[in-house]
């Protein structure tokens, strides 16, 4: 099935299992802006807290933070959000539609990855095990030709975006003969800067309203609070400070569902170390970082590290995590190593000293930052899209049927377990309420009593479910059940008593956690 189809599907699924929906769809929905589902919100929140408890619980140096969404408007001069946090637009003349001239051009290169990728598949399959895939790649001519072409739009694209060179970008579109998508045409505008920030405005306009800004990121909220968190807390350097929490971005080009929203949640870990060490702390947390990512058992080769082609005039390092989405690998987190840029300008702003004394280095210093930024819902969209899968499995009379099954990580499921009485009397009601009744304290739990056993256990399928146990006639008498796991399929007979144990081993993040040190 060709990846586009896989994402529609993906999509269509989120809706209908309750994972995600449009905003105010009743009203036809708000561009960009979508509301977490009964599904959706369990593993939103189970995201988050293997996020906040690989921070906060195995780093004795992290610690935590909630700061509100607006914030002084001169954090944003500040931070430089007011005169830079912008994006390059141009627009397509016949058809009317904007777009990021950087993503136009982005999209341009990826196409000519994919012809290489194309061409490797097509070799691979009529050398069959002879084939040399690296050789092949070194010494085709059609691969160096189409890796040529990248390779030169990337570094006109790289030189144009390190001279803030709008002309250019809209040079290499029309060089390349990129067309719009609806319009099909090359009648480009020129391209122009806009700031992605919203703002609204605070008080009552008879006491003087002023324009605040709702935040683009969280990480200002934490800079502002470096002292308060270091003195009340006496955290001696390095340490970090982690924070959950809402921003929003008037994102233009707002598609591919969850991936670009106006609205979205951030989990975002400022590390605040001594000038000169943050390049070594900068590949720590790399490190670490992926490690969170690749625990999770979504495959490893679906995860690589991209470093940026234009740093931020305050960073000196910077990389992205990316992962192989059903539209091509892309960012889900940041990790940036951010100099002593955002507390020197705060410090500048606000007239406040912002420093540390280091008694080891016996003197003081504006602390350097190491930035790990990642957003929950591109967090979730790549959980989802790792996990979701069509099957052709055994059916009824020996013929095969399909079922879609979300093969999700069991510590992020929503529903960890179903108890699934197999008919509605005989006391089965009762024995498997008794059962969700006395593990619903340890794990998600959920009863379902409706049609036959084999449509529950689709429909559990379907929500990632990684455990099913089936109440019978014989579970009155011997106290055992059947339980069948979700992505074998396979069924064993085990007693209640032990159902605690054998589940909570597979869905425990400490168990993972542990595995992880
Ligand atoms: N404090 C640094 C910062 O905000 P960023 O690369 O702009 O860096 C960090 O954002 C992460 O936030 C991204 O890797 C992405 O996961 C998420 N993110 C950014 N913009 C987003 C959007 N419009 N919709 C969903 N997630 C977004």
């Not at 050789?135 to 030709?145: A, C, D, G, I, L």
């Not at 809402?246 to 929203?261: L, P, T, W």
């Amino acid at each position: 099935m060709a990846q586009e189809d896989v994402f529609k599907k993906l999509v269509a699924h989120c809706k209908e299992y309750g994972f995600v929906f449009q905003s105010s769809e009743i009203y036809d929905g708000l561009g960009a802006v979508y509301d977490y589902g009964q599904n959706g919100v369990e593993l939103k929140n189970n995201i988050k807290k293997y996020w906040w408890d690989s921070m906060v619980l195995l780093h004795d140096n992290v610690v935590g933070l909630d700061s509100a969404i607006f914030m002084h408007p001169t954090v944003w001069k500040a931070s430089g959000h007011v005169d830079a946090f912008n994006d390059p637009l141009i627009d397509n003349k016949d058809s009317k539609k904007r777009y990021r001239a950087d993503v136009l051009i982005e999209d341009l290169m990826a196409k000519y990855d994919a012809k290489v990728d194309k061409e490797v598949e097509k070799a691979a399959k009529r050398f069959g095990e002879s084939f040399d895939e690296a050789m092949f790649r070194e010494t085709n001519p059609r691969v160096q030709e189409n890796l040529a072409k990248k390779e030169e739009i990337h570094q006109r694209f790289v030189k144009a975006l390190n001279d803030n060179d709008l002309v250019e970008l809209r040079q290499i579109i029309v060089d390349y003969e990129v067309v719009c998508p609806i319009s099909g045409t090359k009648n480009w505008t020129d391209v122009r800067q806009f700031n992605l920030m919203f703002a609204t405005e605070m008080g009552s306009t008879s006491e003087g309203a002023h324009k605040v800004f709702l935040r683009p990121e969280t990480a200002q909220g934490i800079f502002v609070n470096f002292l308060n968190v270091q003195k009340t807390g006496r955290m001696k350097i390095p340490f970090g400070i982690a924070q959950i929490g809402k921003a929003f971005r008037n994102e233009i080009v707002a598609r591919q569902f969850i991936f670009r929203m106006r609205e979205f949640e951030q989990m975002e870990m400022q590390f605040f170390v001594a000038p000169g060490e943050e390049l070594q702390w900068f590949e720590k947390w790399k490190e670490t970082r992926m490690k969170w990512h690749k625990s999770l058992g979504l495959g490893d080769h679906k995860y690589r590290f991209h470093d940026h082609d234009k740093l931020a005039h305050y960073a000196n390092a910077a990389t992205d995590i990316e992962y192989e989405m059903p539209f091509g690998f892309k960012e889900v987190e940041g990790i940036h190593s951010r100099t002593d840029f955002d507390l020197s300008q705060h410090q500048q702003f606000s007239g406040k000293k912002i420093s540390y004394f280091d008694p080891e280095r016996n003197e003081s210093y504006v602390p350097y930052v190491v930035e790990t930024s990642i957003g929950v819902d591109r967090m979730f969209l790549s959980i989802l899209a790792g996990s979701y899968c069509e099957e052709e499995v055994p059916g009824k009379d020996g013929k095969t049927e399909s079922r879609v099954v979300l093969k999700l990580p069991p510590v992020l499921a929503p529903v960890k377990l179903a108890v699934l009485p197999l008919v509605k009397k005989d006391g089965l009601p009762e024995l498997a309420r008794s059962i969700v009744d006395d593990l619903k304290f340890h794990f998600n739990c959920q009863y379902d009593e409706k049609d036959s056993i084999g449509k529950r256990y689709r429909r559990q399928d379907a929500v990632g479910t990684p455990f099913c146990v089936t109440i019978d006639h014989q579970s009155a008498e011997d106290q055992t059940v059947t339980i069948r796991h979700r992505d074998t399929m396979a069924q064993e007979r085990v007693k209640i008593a032990d159902l605690k144990h054998l589940i909570m081993e597979k869905v425990s993040m400490t168990e993972l956690f542990k595995k992880m040190q």
